[in-house]
């Protein structure tokens, strides 16, 4: 297959089960649209579903024509299948309560298919929290976790039906297999977005799943949630270029002594992320990754972990040393200072 066309299923088949943005101008159509049934693609064209940037993939029986369609074997929405493109692609999926147990071959997307799913996702979290202890297999460079905005409570504002839609064997549509039906294959794009704005994102991406006062109660006493993915990524990142046995500050533990562990950067998924290993620490901010030396990893900890308010924690010529560190990178520093002037 050519790696060209190759690496764009690979991307249109990541924003589909995360929802992450396409690369590229937005242009009409839906960017990815999954159809579990070849029957329908004369409805999704005719009501203007497909367009120029449209990735549309549909059933390859090999009985018909489906042009535009690319044709795939095996399920993109059933736990424990693979889906195959008929050459050299193949993606799993794993329901999330068997993905500990599950042999990963290759690309996998995880996915919350019921309130089991659901309640482990908790767990797993809650653990991480605890003692630092994240699953091993999230931090898999291979495995994607579907839906994680719609898991950790957060609004996203990149999803919606133009970016990604599913299209069940009745004709039902989506932005996930396991979100609210936002209507039929017959329905405009601006339809379904009107569907999709009452609902949200979170309905859209969970309701056929788990009900939704289930999800609204965990999530309410969760605000963690969204830091908790955004130190999965971070984990998964580092892993990626080899540096392992990291611990995450806030999770289990802070590399500052006597620093409170359940600090306010536990609610902002937006803050840098510090992480630290025996000797080594990072700093991991949106997609900047670059490692610091201990004293500016305790620095920015403080910082986070209070909102500024670090008090005689750290030194004024410190935090002036890190603004200068972080803006070498490009960012400012993350949360407005309130240390007393005296100490200035």
Not at 183 to 206: C, I, K, M
Request: with cysteine.
């Amino acid at each position: 297959m050519d790696m060209t066309i190759r690496g764009r299923l690979k991307q249109h088949l990541i924003s589909w089960a995360t929802a992450s943005p396409l690369a590229g101008p937005p242009g009409a159509g839906v960017g990815t649209l999954v159809l579990a049934d070849a029957a329908h693609l004369p409805a999704v064209t005719a009501a203007g579903l497909v367009g120029p940037r449209t990735l549309l993939l549909a059933p390859d029986d090999g009985t018909r024509d489906l042009a535009p369609a690319v044709g795939y074997q095996g399920s993109l929405t059933e736990p424990g299948d693979e889906f195959s493109n008929g050459q050299d692609f193949f993606l799993q999926t794993h329901a999330y309560a068997a993905s500990p147990f599950m042999t990963v071959f290759g690309p996998t997307v995880v996915r919350v298919f019921d309130r089991h799913d659901f309640e482990v996702f908790l767990a797993d979290a809650d653990r991480a929290l605890a003692e630092g202890v994240f699953p091993e297999f999230l931090l898999t460079s291979s495995v994607l976790l579907a839906d994680p905005a719609a898991l950790s409570g957060a609004d996203d504002p990149a999803d919606g039906p133009a970016l990604r839609l599913y299209a069940d064997r009745n004709g039902q549509v989506s932005t996930s297999p396991t979100g609210a039906v936002l209507g039929t294959v017959d329905d405009s794009l601006d339809a379904l977005a009107e569907s999709f704005a009452r609902a949200g994102n979170a309905a859209a991406a969970l309701d056929a799943a788990l009900p939704a006062q289930t999800r609204a109660e965990a999530l309410h006493g969760r605000p963690f949630l969204g830091r908790y993915l955004a130190a999965v990524a971070a984990l998964r990142s580092l892993m990626a270029r080899g540096a392992t046995g990291l611990k995450v500050s806030g999770f289990g533990s802070r590399l500052t002594p006597g620093l409170a562990v359940f600090g306010d950067d536990l609610a902002d998924p937006s803050l840098p992320i510090v992480l630290y290993g025996d000797e080594d620490s990072y700093v991991v901010a949106g997609s900047r990754l670059f490692a610091v030396d201990r004293r500016a990893a305790r620095t920015l900890e403080c910082l986070l972990a209070t909102s500024g308010a670090a008090g005689d924690r750290v030194p004024a010529h410190h935090v002036d040393q890190l603004a200068e560190l972080l803006a070498s990178h490009g960012l400012a520093l993350p949360v407005p200072l309130r240390v007393p002037a005296v100490t200035r």
